[in-house]
Nanobody, 128 residues
Framework: QVQLVESGGGLVQAGGSLRLSCAAS????????MGWFRQAPGKERVFVAA????????YYADSVKGRFAISRDNAKNTVFLQMNSLKAEDTAVYFC?????????????????????WGLGTQVAVSS
């Protein structure tokens, strides 16, 4: 029902910044949440950040706190991930996802199992 298209990935030097975008088809309901996950080469996909659509509450993985910021544009059904002070360890494919339940079950925002729709991912490569 929901299609997600990520953009903004690319190659950047350590210490630089990138801004990822994820555009969702249709409108996102107040009970929904959107999140970002990433998968580094040879590793499992892990949680990065999430945002509550109704009020903009945010949730971050410890590894990105203070460096990354998630935001949304309700009118455009778009979520952003501003990534600053990038490190080589941030190199990964970044996926955005939509959950129909995270807006209510906020404590489950980091769990991949509560997300219903996933984008195809965008590559972020950080060189050192």
């Amino acid at each position: 029902q929901v299609q997600l298209v990520e953009s903004g990935g690319g190659l950047v030097q350590a210490g630089g910044s990138l801004r990822l975008s994820c555009a969702a088809s249709g409108r996102i309901s107040n009970s929904y949440g959107m999140g970002w996950f990433r998968q580094a080469p040879g590793k499992e996909r892990v949680f990065v950040a999430a945002i509550r659509w109704s009020n903009g509450d945010t949730y971050y993985a410890d590894s990105v706190k203070g460096r990354f910021a998630i935001s949304r544009d309700n009118a455009k059904n778009t979520v952003f991930l501003q990534m600053n002070s990038l490190k080589a360890e941030d190199t990964a494919v970044y996926f955005c996802a939509v959950s129909s339940r995270v807006g209510v079950l906020w404590d489950f925002a980091p769990r991949q199992g509560v997300y219903d729709y996933w984008g195809l991912g965008t590559q972020v490569a950080v060189s050192s």
